[in-house]
């Protein structure tokens, strides 16, 4: 399965990964000191890139957040940073002996023994 993308990959970033990648074939080619350090250079200068959109995006992320953020977009903001992308399981009641698994049925069952519950 293919990852989502990442917000801070950009043109650079992957302009400098694919040189990286030729300069790391030319070493594997022709094992050479100077196509060494050649390649380090390249990474070197791809993880930096790397770095730098990495902490521009998470500070340009984190500052949409205000005193002012409804509760609704924090945690839906909390809840990206965290990586909570697991899918939903599905939830599965037994009501009088019988599996009930459809999200209607269970809400209507609910409301009814809260109703029965509180008057």
Do not use: D
């Amino acid at each position: 399965t293919k990852r989502p993308p990442v917000p801070w990959w950009n043109a650079e970033i992957k302009n400098l990964n694919k040189t990286k990648k030729q300069l790391l074939n030319i070493f594997k080619r022709h094992r050479t000191s100077e196509n060494w350090v050649k390649f380090k250079i390249a990474r070197a200068r791809e993880r930096s890139a790397k770095r730098k959109a990495q902490r521009e995006s998470w500070q340009e992320y984190t500052s949409t957040l205000t005193h002012f953020s409804s509760q609704r977009e924090m945690w839906k903001k909390v809840g990206c940073i965290i990586g909570s992308t697991r899918p939903q399981r599905e939830h599965t009641l037994l009501i009088n002996g019988t599996a009930v698994k459809e999200p209607e049925r269970i809400a209507k069952y609910l409301v009814e023994f809260f109703r029965e519950i509180s008057s």
